[in-house]
């Protein structure tokens, strides 16, 4: 075997690895959602199907993949069949980005533990952020119903929103690391994580991304009590599905981008490294579910506040705080 | 050899993309195609080895620009804009001029420009990029920038409100004489 099929072997053997454990994972935060949601509740939750109730994602994937697949009649067809990969795809891809271990060296070849080692990682975040936001609107829009319309033009304006200070709390991450590349910020925080010099670009971020993948209190594209279901509330079946699994795997890719930022990558004592990135990861996972349990819902015009008024103003000055201090250190 | 036959098609899917943004008459469709033929642009970006630029083309304009579009779309509702009067040979008059003068320049500029223009550029630092974009070609990317005016006259022309019927203002000069009229 040559050096170069070797490397495509283990490329692959790699990009398999990730796609399997991201979508079990993401399977899994659902059923854990439902778990300690209805623990928080004081329920019991779903605990019928296997030990545990541990073969619930399964019987769910089971019974969505067996649904009817409903289009309404005045429906823009296409979109509305395109829409929730629209909304799927880029979560999945942002995961392509971020280190979840140290360098492996294996049969003499060099392994990153990294799908794609960009030299604008982080941009490429940002910018797969700023597509996602057309699942949420054509699938809204394409649904011709006036529930999924409103959920859908909700979501256009959030994700604008809080995209740009998501955007903003990320600068001072660059300035500290003096880099794009995800495995050099990661690496610049071999001995302090960044969430020590920066405690409020982390608050200002894991507001923004909690915004930015709709959870409460910031659910307003889908809230129940108002919109049905918002922008998927004509979706029924495995399309459905899609949009319901791309949320959860995008808590899971912006947990781990939150661990990459913020809490040391990979980066930890003792434990492998791997442990230590998921370990944080879904630690950040917990606790976007903990907050849907504890807070409500923001109002429309309390949500716009708070993300242009006080976010947004906040990240720039942090930004000149950081300026200040890396030219008077 | 593979990264000529990926350049093809994605040049292949950003011009059809952008004919058809073009051709299509509802505005929502208009955009996908749109941010397809951007896409498709943003990955010959990174082909031609500049990753900032790709990544910047989708931030803006597939991520940024294309979304207000579509925010604009949705809020506003537009209604049927293709069903509304045709223009006036005059109102046509500048916009050919416009697009006469830029298209015989481009021409001019390629035909007196017959060098070897090199597909896929070994690894080029992105500085060597911007260095030859806008010393040699400088005059091109200019030209290119005009469609920003034919777009700014377009705007004007689509918002501009239609005049009201003749009649309706002589009527209220009618109804008060005697007083200055304040419109």
Known sequence: MTAFSLDITLFAIKLALVFFVILTLAAYLVFAERRILAWVQDRKGPNRVGPFGLLQPLADLIKLLTKEDVIPGAADRWLFYLAPAMAAIPAILIFSVIPFGAPLTIFGRNLPLVVADLNVGLLFFLSLSSIAVYGVAIGGWASNSKYALLGGIRGLAQLISYELSMGLSLVPIVMLSRSFNMADIVAAQATIPFIVYQPLAFIIFMLSITAECKRIPFDLPEAEGELVAGFHTEYSGMRFGLFFVGEYINIIVLGGLAATFFLGGWHGPLLPPTVWFSFKTLAVAFFFIWMRGTLPRLRYDQLMHLGWKVLTPLALVNILITGWWLALK | ?183
């Open chain 2, 1 to 183: 050899m593979i990264e000529q036959t990926i350049f093809y098609i994605l040049a292949a899917v950003a011009l059809a993309g952008t004919l058809l943004a073009i051709t299509e008459k509802h505005p929502v469709h208009a955009i996908m195609y749109l941010v397809t033929s951007l896409f498709s642009m943003a990955v010959i970006f990174y082909l031609l080895m500049a990753p900032l630029v790709a990544v910047f083309e989708v931030i803006l304009y597939a991520g940024a620009i294309m979304v207000l579009f579509l925010f604009v779309i949705m809020m506003l509702d537009l209604g049927h804009p293709e069903k509304g009067i045709s223009p006036h040979w005059k109102e046509w008059l500048p916009a050919l001029l416009l697009s006469g003068i830029s298209i015989t320049s481009l021409a001019a500029i390629i035909v007196s420009r017959h060098a070897t223009v090199s597909v896929c550029p070994a690894a080029q630092p992105i500085r060597e990029v911007a260095r030859r974009l806008f010393q040699e070609h400088g005059m091109a990317v200019e030209l290119v920038s005009l469609q920003l005016l034919f777009a700014l006259v377009g705007a004007l022309y689509l918002g501009k409100a239609p005049s009201p019927p003749t009649t309706l203002p002589e009527k209220e000069v009618v109804k008060s004489p005697g007083e200055g009229v304040t419109l």
